[in-house]
């Protein structure tokens, strides 16, 4: 089973706050193991990122074309990150979504761009404040994940993540309880399960994305189909990523 907390700086740090980042994780992570530490960083910095980042630090894009090659200014594609060294990246945000367009369909097509490169897609599917009132929310999760991970071929899905993130708990302050998430991701590996088997199910890291901080991260990483987190505000300030990263049960120090 695959132990991960990414961090997802959106829209924040200038380059030199990027690197001054990294060094500052580099000691940290130099004495610790267990988990794998990714971060989601600004397009502008990919390059630099991937060839300073310390041992153990995996650097991801937040976002990928859907497109290809070809006359799509603005976009950058799957093999363009692969050449600069870049992880993977974060495909299937809440933010992407509601913001920029990316339909289900889309989504599917960024997750089959990475993972034919060989890259990490991590997939971000989960319900708003409305769909959960409704009672819709595992409609919504298993709609979002039926389109762009269960109908890839086995062998792809050792390249994806599945980031939980119930939107109405992003940058809001309120976080589901650990029993809501963990009831989620539960049934998230139910639907891998159905489709690729109990053991191919098990090895996909599933990771809760809404409002994860230090003095909450254990209760949630402690729970069964928790293996993790996508970690936002908390993740900008290296202290308190670090903080989220102590907080799970397999981190060896």
């Known amino acids: 089973m695959r132990n991960i907390v990414a961090g997802n700086w959106k829209s924040n740090k200038l380059m030199g706050e990027a690197r001054e980042w990294m060094d500052e994780m580099a000691e940290w992570l130099a004495s610790h193991e267990g988990v794998e530490v990714m971060v989601g960083a600004p397009a502008p910095y990919l390059s630099v990122l991937a060839n300073v980042a310390p041992e153990g630090l995996q650097v991801l894009a937040q976002n990928v074309s859907a497109e290809g090659h070809g006359a799509h200014t603005g976009e950058f594609t799957a093999d363009m990150l692969k050449s600069c060294g870049v992880a993977g990246a974060i495909v299937g945000h809440s933010e992407r979504r509601a913001r920029y367009g990316d339909t289900d369909d889309r989504v599917k097509a960024k997750v089959r761009a990475l993972v034919g490169e060989g890259l990490q897609a991590v997939f971000c599917c989960g319900e708003t404040l ?45 976080t589901a309880t650990s029993a809501q998430a963990q009831e989620m991701h539960g049934a998230i590996r139910g639907w891998l399960a159905d489709r690729f088997g109990d053991e191919k199910a098990a090895d996909v ?33 290296p202290v308190d990523f670090q903080g989220v990263l102590a907080g799970h049960p397999d981190l060896k120090r």
């Open 205 to 237: 890291a599933i990771l809760y994305g809404g409002s994860c901080k230090p003095s909450n991260a254990a209760e949630l990483f402690g729970k069964a189909d928790i293996n993790g987190g996508l970690i936002g505000g908390a993740a900008l300030n």
């Open 130 to 174: 409305e769909e959960r009132e409704a009672g819709h929310q595992e409609q919504v999760v298993h709609r979002q994940l039926k389109a762009a991970v269960l109908d890839l071929d086995e062998d792809a899905l050792n390249r994806v993540v599945v980031a939980y993130e119930p939107v109405w708990a992003i940058g809001t302050g309120k």
